[in-house]
Nanobody, 117 residues
Framework: QVQLVESGGGLVQPGGSLRLQCAASGFIFNNFNMKWYRQAPGKEREFVASIETTGRRTNYLDAVKGRFTISRDNARKMVYLQMNSLKPEDTDVYYC??????????WGQGTQVTVSE
């Protein structure tokens, strides 16, 4: 079975940090670009960050540039999102996504990030 399982979300104060992780199984991980998205109830899902198959190229939403870092470990079939200097507007459910060149895509179930004090 194809599976993407996110973890690492939680409650953090503004200015704090969290590291999200996504464990992949059931497909050839090295052939897929990996992405993080975020979404609040009633709002559209928003692209956050992406990393290509080898990990050499990354892209970010402008609002998170310099604060978030996406990375991957192909041997462990894992993708990470290090989030620093968190702001209340970063509060959302964060989703892991896998996409191949043929636009086949898979989604995880999401992990909640809440930035508040």
């Amino acid at each position: 079975q194809v599976q993407l399982v996110e973890s690492g979300g939680g409650l953090v104060q503004p200015g704090g940090s969290l590291r999200l992780q996504c464990a992949a199984s059931g497909f050839i991980f090295n052939n897929f670009n990996m992405k993080w998205y975020r979404q609040a109830p009633g709002k559209e899902r928003e692209f956050v960050a992406s990393i290509e198959t080898t990990g050499r190229r990354t892209n970010y939403l402008d609002a998170v540039k310099g604060r978030f870092t996406i990375s991957r470990d192909n041997a462990r079939k894992m993708v990470y999102l290090q989030m620093n200097s968190l702001k209340p507007e970063d509060t959302d459910v964060y989703y892991c996504n896998a996409q191949n060149p043929g636009n086949t895509g898979y989604w995880g179930q999401g992990t909640q990030v809440t930035v508040s004090e």
